[in-house]
Antibody
Framework: QVQLVQSGAEVKKPGASVKVSCKVS????????MHWVRQSPGKGLEWMGG????????IYAQDFQGRVTMTEDTSTGTASMELSGLRSEDTAVYYC?????????????WGQGTLVTVSS | DIQMTQSPSSLSASVGDRITITCRAS??????LNWYQQKPGKAPKVLIY???SLQSGVPSRFSGSGSGTYFTLIVSSLQPEDFATYFC?????????FGQGTKVEIK
């Protein structure tokens, strides 16, 4: 069973960057396809990007291209998502989630979520 | 991007009721459709993947059907723990997109 534990809530000013981490246990990070999804009252659930096992690369949603970077530290089993140029609309709960079902992909395991608040 | 539209946005039902939630895609997504349940303050939990496959551990009162652009989630006999918000999500093409959610409340 995969368990994902995320870092704590953050408060950031507009224009700043935030980095959210996701510690994996139960599996090696190298065996997983990790994605990031955020949820806000205004836009609902939004897929931000993740690892595409077919092309063996990380892909980002166009809406976040240029502002988001997803990385993995296999030595510590920790995935991270950094979002730069924060604006008020980036206030949301951010989730790491693991893809399963490579014929019909779905998000099988989720972190507990990290609230990021962007406010001046 | 593929738009996912759920209906209704909310519904009130009683324990034991059968409920149906629909999800329409703006273009064909074949069977690349997943359903999630989310309770307040918690992460979503997958119920159905590939339009009709029940995720391990999910009660059999949940079922999914459809293909192409029209999909349904049925709960055959609503239980107290089923009052939650339900989302559909397509994994046919990037960016993967979600419906806006259907909140199921107690009547």
């Amino acid at each position: 069973q995969v368990q994902l534990v995320q870092s704590g809530a953050e408060v950031k000013k507009p224009g700043a960057s935030v980095k959210v981490s996701c510690k994996v246990s139960g599996y090696s990070l190298t065996e997983l396809s990790m994605h990031w999804v955020r949820q806000s009252p205004g836009k609902g659930l939004e897929w931000m990007g993740g690892f595409d096992p077919e092309d063996d690369e990380t892909i980002y949603a166009q809406d976040f291209q240029g502002r988001v970077t997803m990385t993995e530290d296999t030595s510590t089993g920790t995935a991270s998502m950094e979002l730069s140029g924060l604006r008020s609309e980036d206030t949301a709960v951010y989730y790491c989630t693991v893809q399963r079902g490579f014929s019909y992909p779905f998000f099988a395991f989720w972190g507990q979520g990290t609230l990021v608040t962007v406010s001046s | 991007d593929i738009q996912m539209t759920q209906s209704p946005s909310s519904l009130s039902a009683s324990v034991g009721d059968r409920i149906t939630i629909t999800c329409r895609a703006s273009q064909s997504i074949r069977s690349f459709l997943n359903w999630y349940q989310q309770k307040p303050g918690k992460a979503p939990k997958v119920l159905i993947y590939g339009a009709s496959s029940l995720q391990s551990g999910v009660p059999s009162r949940f079922s999914g059907s459809g293909s192409g652009t029209y999909f349904t989630l049925i709960v055959s006999s609503l239980q107290p723990e089923d009052f939650a918000t339900y989302f559909c999500q397509q994994s046919y093409s990037s960016p993967w997109t979600f419906g806006q959610g259907t909140k199921v409340e107690i009547k």
